[in-house]
């Protein structure tokens, strides 16, 4: 089987990417050993684990389960490109504060799903959605360290600090849904 290489250019984490990838080149490898981008995991090159969580044009995405090639003209995030995102930095704050970080494998992957959810949930301005929909909502993450107990609760108390403060992310910034 030949491993032609492809021109690709996508916006990465705000800045724009050109590179020459191999066809088989998964967009979560590309991101690690071309960019050096190691936030998102490879875990189990299948797409059930979730570690190499990414988004690509605004949706989250499975980085195993998808080519650098059909990235190209995309936009991607990873984790270090949510840096100083005021939601994001909540989470990161109340993740630490409630011991949800374990081993740090799946973190930067549960983080955007949390992020993700909430902005959705913020949204809605449906809050405090119960701890079955975060539990269903982080259900495609795997933490090996059987951490979602400290999971849940972060990404709860999160919510909870919308509740209370809806125009202010915890951390006192404008909430994600506030000026929409």
Do not use: W
Request: hydrophobic share 35%.
């Amino acid at each position: 089987m030949s491993d032609r290489s492809y021109s690709v250019s996508m916006t990465v984490n705000g800045e724009v990417v050109n590179a020459n990838v191999s066809a088989r080149t998964n967009l979560v490898d590309f991101l690690r050993q071309d960019l050096e981008l190691t936030g998102s995991h490879v875990g189990c090159e299948h797409g059930v684990c979730g570690a190499c969580t990414v988004r690509v044009d605004g949706r989250i995405m499975r980085g195993c389960l998808l080519l650098a090639v059909q990235a190209d003209g995309q936009s991607v995030e990873t984790i270090e490109g949510m840096a100083g995102d005021p939601l994001m930095t909540s989470l990161q704050d109340v993740f630490v504060e409630e011991n949800a970080l374990q081993c740090g494998f799946c973190t930067p992957a549960m983080l955007l799903t949390a992020h993700e959810f909430i902005s959705r949930v913020v949204e809605t301005g449906a809050y405090r959605p119960d701890r079955d929909a975060i539990r269903d909502t982080i259900s495609g993450n795997y933490c090996r360290c059987t951490g979602y107990q400290s999971i849940v609760q972060a990404v709860e108390r999160v919510l909870i600090q919308y509740e209370t403060a809806p125009t202010k992310a915890p951390n006192g910034a404008p909430n994600p849904g506030s000026d929409r």
